[in-house]
């Protein structure tokens, strides 16, 4: 089976420093795959590449078959790929729904005339967006809150809007940065569900960059392994939370294991 995702020897360079140099991994379609690392790893810059807010030096990414190295981050994301930030970025004056349907103002049939005028045409299209983001709402248990202002949310609820708000183009690969940053073990442990789900039912596949461990342990099929923007290494999370590189690059030592 092709890889729906990609990479290939990039390389990134800032000022002289290279925060990425030649990391490769391939991330199959239906698949939940984790990239980890240390802080300050790269793998934020490779996010990063992937959605084309940086060119890389070198390298290619491929996905779904095209090439997108260095494509407009709209183009990206018109094309299939998706993504949450480390940093929550919410409209926070909006509520909870107008946050989710924003996002599907890209995907526009009607015209700027038609929105002045409240044309049929604009209304039909926005109903459709209302009940697309319904829909995500839903899944994310946030329905219920929908005419709340998005700042009134408690953390983890942002955190599990900002991923509503990105499935609204309906993506074919959603990119997670720390989505259980900030969350308590309930949060976390509903969050595994909720990945799953997207997978199982909705047929996307996941890209996670995440700290919490039991997470990464508990839903990643795959694991990619950078320390200093180079791959240490690639496998199983069975083999991963064993292998001695990385064992060294979490714990600074040699040790047991990395306990899920």
Known sequence: MS?????????????GLRAIGGVGFDVAPGSIFGLIGPNGA??????????GVYRPERGKVVFDGEDVTGWAPSRVALRGIARTFQNIRLFRGMTVEQNVMVAGH???????????????????EEREFQRRARELLEIFGLVALAREPA??????????????????????????????????SQEAADLEQQIRFLRDELKLTVVLVE??????????????????????????????????????????????????
């Open 151 to 184: 700042e009134s949310l408690p953390y983890g609820s942002q955190r599990r809007l900002e991923i509503a708000r990105a499935l609204m183009l309906s993506p074919k690969l959603l990119l997670l940065d720390e989505p259980a940053a900030g969350m308590n």
């Open 3 to 15: 890889a729906l995702l990609s990479l290939t020897g990039v390389e990134k360079v800032f000022g």
């Open 211 to 260: 700290h919490n461990m039991s997470v990464v342990m508990n839903v990643c099929e795959a694991l990619h392994v950078v320390d200093h923007g180079e791959t240490i290494a690639e496998g199983p999370p069975a083999v991963i939370k064993t292998h001695p590189k990385v064992l060294a690059a979490y714990l600074g030592r040699e040790a047991e294991g990395v306990e899920p």
């Open 106 to 124: 890209r995907i526009h049939e009607t015209s700027l005339l038609d929105a002045v005028l409240r044309t049929r045409a604009f209304a039909k």
């Open 42 to 51: 790269g793998k934020t810059t490779l996010f990063n590449v992937i959605t």
